[in-house]
């Protein structure tokens, strides 16, 4: 019987050149594809979180010289506010308002002021919130209104050592208690102020001492908050907002 010799074929090392090369073809097209996914997802998230940051800075003006940041149910609030000072004849002061959900955007207080800026840290829209609201403005108005002299003599009336002495008691600053007196007189007065000399009379007398005019009379109920008189139209834009703090 003849032996039958089988050759099993065997390709040439030019066509397994060919075919490693069309391996990393196919394997450089799948790492194209999937880096092409990845940087897809990657600027997804970014333009998400870009989108988020502009939101959080979207700005209400409720007056040329007054903002607020992170409002939705309290720019009522708000509108409401500086009205308040609007029928007590005084400016409302230039002021950017923000508010928080949490207690660290007032350095774990209700309310904080500095330089031109207040943090209200509530989601309520109620007498204390309205309260606070007005205490923190009533310290921006104090610093852009109040004279040397006008300070001096409101120390001396009520009694007070220093203006804003940290070593002084919170409630025997002069500074504390003159946003106090503001807050009062331009609020809803069901709340009892929190400082010594806090009968209607020395309040009244405080707050003639701080404006030179006497506390307004209000006819609206006394936890309502009245209707707007005024028609502007509240604005809105995105805007880039810059961060002695007061409380």
Known sequence: MPNHVVELYRPSSGAETLRRVADRLAAGTRTVIWFGALVFAIAGALAASSLRSVQATDVAVIRPNVEVTGATEQLAMVRWAVERFEIAGLEPPMVEIAFHRGLSGAAGHLGLARQGEVDVCTTLVDPIARRALLHEMGHIWLDQNLSDPERERFLEVRGLRAWNDSSDTWA??????????????????????????????QLARGFELLTGSAPPAYTDAGNEQAPSTHKGVVRIWRTAVQPTASH
């Open 172 to 201: 025997l600053r002069g500074y504390e208690q003159g946003a106090e007196i503001m807050a009062w007189a331009l609020g809803e007065r069901i709340l009892t102020p929190q400082i010594p000399d806090n009968d209607p009379i």
